[in-house]
């Protein structure tokens, strides 16, 4: 057993009650059935990971960090916004209101719309799921429209038509 051999079973079992998230709950976990006798190939059948990944998750703790910090994955920021904290928010409060205060002739936003808005305002492309992703992030929800019974008043019938043209429309919640 090479690995772990200065790390001692108590002080792996104390890491695993300070420690939150599965990923670090799991290497723990590995760490001390190993330190009790189960082979790296076991872990990895158990944990349905390679025998690689087993080995990895060892080899994290041979540091001189503390045990909670060597089992923790560090922060992923992810990929940076094409439109900036001033954008999004001028985006976010133009999209509660009705599209054509920025003279779109339509009923509500709708994701095309938003692309169609972002593009022409900002100069940035997003994709229709990142415009849904966008709506819903500032706060709007999807409704699909209501369908009337056959006599209901023309003026009705006439709005229906028109959010059944963009297949529902994105209000505030």
């Known amino acids: 057993m090479e690995h772990l051999d200065e790390i001692a079973i108590e002080e792996l079992q104390d890491a695993l009650e300070n420690v939150e998230g599965k ?3 799991q290497r723990l976990l ?7 006798g189960i082979t790296q190939t076991e872990l990895a059948e ?3 990971v390679q025998r690689r990944t087993i080995y990895s ?4 703790l041979d540091t ?3 045990i909670e910090h060597a089992v923790t994955d560090a922060h ?4 940076k916004r094409k439109l900036s904290e001033n954008e999004y928010t001028e985006f976010q409060e133009t999209i509660h209101e009705p599209p054509t205060t920025v003279g779109f002739d339509a009923a509500a936003w709708t994701p095309r719309l938003a692309q169609q808005y972002l593009e022409e305002t900002y100069d940035v492309e997003y994709s229709i799921p990142s415009c849904r992703r966008l709506l819903k992030e500032a706060g709007l929800s999807y409704q699909k429209p ?8 023309a003026d009705d019938q006439d709005a229906l038509s028109e959010t059944e043209k963009s297949g529902g429309k994105w209000t505030p919640q």
């Open 23 to 25: 990923k670090p709950t």
């Open 30 to 36: 590995a760490a001390i059935a190993y330190k009790n």
């Open 46 to 48: 158990w944990h349905d």
């Open 57 to 60: 998750w060892l080899k994290r």
């Open 64 to 66: 001189d960090e503390p």
């Open 76 to 79: 992923r920021p992810g990929r």
């Open 146 to 153: 209501l369908r009337t019974a056959g006599g209901s008043d």
